[in-house]
């Protein structure tokens, strides 16, 4: 059975801290794509990464990066200096690759909020 | 562009009601969806619409009712609705038609409060 883990159900930090917000999958399919969406309180999900499973490169984009580890099942995302911005729901999702339509799995997300 | 509206922003009906969401893109993505989420919880799946022809329907009660006049609409039409259903609406799009391995680009949703 696919599942997305986000322990993690509510953080808050003080602006320019650094926060890691957790992601653990379980798949038994070797391809799959790993997303972070971001929900902020307007309500409109945004796209911020898709990760397929043969690249295990860590991404950085401005102060946001992730980390991706299939040892451990792991798709984890670091905002770095967090701003009152960042405040918002985030969602980690993943989906398999057949050759039929499947749906994308979303975990229960993590609500951040950053203090000014 | 990669924007997806969705009509109107707020609906309240009562239960005897008739009404329609509706979703436009214009990315040429041939996938659209629709998702229902209460609060505090993520998205759920309603309804993939994949190249115009229903291709998943994940048990939606008859009450909802989807349609897709096109590549670029989608609506969601309501009959009936229970206080229960009282949720944001969200309409999504993604380029790929067959998988679901395409990121989902998603409208700022429809909040239905039923009465």
């Known amino acids: 059975a696919q599942k997305v883990t986000q322990a993690q159900t509510e953080i808050s930090v003080v602006e320019k801290e650094d926060v890691t917000l957790d992601c653990v999958y379980e798949?038994?399919?070797?391809?799959?794509?790993l997303f972070w969406y971001k929900q902020p309180p307007s309500g409109e999900l945004v796209f911020l990464i898709r990760r397929n499973s043969f690249d295990e490169q860590n991404e950085i984009s401005g102060r946001y990066s992730w980390n991706f580890q299939k040892s451990t099942s792991s798709f984890n995302f670091t905002i770095t200096a967090s701003q009152v911005v960042d405040s918002a729901v985030y969602f980690c999702?993943?989906?398999?690759?057949?050759?039929?339509?499947?749906?994308?799995?979303f975990g229960p997300g993590t609500s951040l909020s950053v203090i000014p | 562009d990669t924007e997806v509206t969705q009509t109107p922003k707020h609906l309240v009906m009562g239960m005897t009601n008739k009404k329609s969401l509706k979703c436009e893109q214009h990315?040429?993505?041939?996938?659209m969806y629709w998702y229902k989420q209460k609060a505090k919880k993520p998205p759920e799946l309603m309804f993939v619409?994949?190249?115009?022809?229903?291709?998943i329907n994940e048990s939606v009660p008859s009450r909802f009712s989807p349609e897709c006049p096109n590549s670029s609409l989608l609506n969601l039409h309501l009959h009936a609705l229970q206080p229960e259903d009282s949720a944001l609406y969200l309409c999504?799009?993604?380029?790929?038609?067959?998988?679901?391995?395409?990121?989902?680009?998603f409208g700022p949703g429809t909040r239905l409060t039923v009465t």
């Open positions: 999702a993943l989906s398999m690759v057949k050759t039929s339509y499947d749906k994308v799995i």
């Open positions: 798949t038994r399919d070797t391809t799959y794509y």
């Open positions: 999504a799009s993604s380029q790929d038609g067959r998988t679901a391995q395409d990121e989902q680009y």
């Open positions: 990315m040429g993505h041939r996938a």
């Open positions: 619409y994949s190249y115009e022809k229903l291709s």
